[in-house]
């Protein structure tokens, strides 16, 4: 069966330090994987998709970036956090329209 | 333009009771229609999907709606328990395309002993 993976479950970080989120998932192959971001009472925010290794398509201009090294591997991150970048991010992996996607547990990032 | 709105924004019900959550979208062309609960600090976790042929979906206490051709959903909840207290998020499926989702903002159910 397939799993997704995310870590870390929580992480504080200051403003102005560096941020790597990662996501893994097992059990399929060539899978599109994406970044959302939550937003305390909002709805869930696309950041990044990708269809295959190495190539990502960002939704929304920000101080993120992605980055897919491996099939199966996925990866937010920043070189300079923001205090506006804190929020709930979500990895999801799915393999088309017609087939469910699937939520990472999330991580809930402070920027302080 | 594609979207996804759902009603109520929050709802509290007592415990035992039945509930009712909407969700109307304009998402064209249309694939599927899922509904997620997610639990504070969690992941979303799927309940239901449905295609554009399927009228009902059932999973347990929860049961999904579907009309096509109104464009509408709905997410009842039967004898509701504490553990229901979740957001419960519509997403709904373009039929191509990798980013192909669109979300609702979510309804907030409390319930309440």
């Known amino acids: 069966s397939q799993t997704i993976h995310q870590w870390p479950a929580t992480l504080v970080q200051p403003v102005g330090s560096p941020l790597s989120l990662e996501c893994t998932v097992e059990?399929?192959?060539?899978?599109?994987l994406y970044w959302y971001r939550q937003a305390a009472g909002r709805g869930l925010q696309l950041l990044f998709y990708s269809v295959g290794i190495g190539q990502i398509s960002s939704e929304v201009p920000q101080n993120l970036s992605a980055s897919r090294p491996q099939d199966r591997q996925f990866i937010l991150s920043s070189k300079k956090l923001l205090l506006s970048d804190s929020g709930f991010y979500l990895c999801?992996?799915?393999?088309?329209?017609?087939?469910?996607?699937?939520f990472g547990s999330g991580t809930r990032l402070t920027v302080v | 333009k594609n979207q996804v709105e759902q009603s109520p924004q929050s709802l509290i019900i007592l415990e035992g009771k039945n509930c009712t959550l909407q969700c109307n979208y304009t998402v064209s062309p249309f694939s599927n229609l899922r509904w997620y609960k997610q639990d504070t600090g969690r992941g979303p976790v799927s309940l239901t999907i449905?295609?554009?042929?399927?009228n009902t979906k059932s999973n347990g206490r929860y049961t999904a709606t579907l009309d096509a051709d109104t464009k509408q959903s709905s997410l009842h909840i039967t004898a509701s328990q504490l553990s229901d207290s979740a957001s419960y998020i519509c997403v709904v499926s373009l039929q191509t395309g990798a980013n192909n989702l669109f979300f609702g903002t979510g309804t907030r159910l409390t319930v309440i002993p």
């Open positions: 059990g399929t192959s060539n899978p599109n």
């Open positions: 449905m295609t554009f042929s399927e």
């Open positions: 999801a992996w799915g393999m088309g329209a017609n087939y469910g996607y699937t």
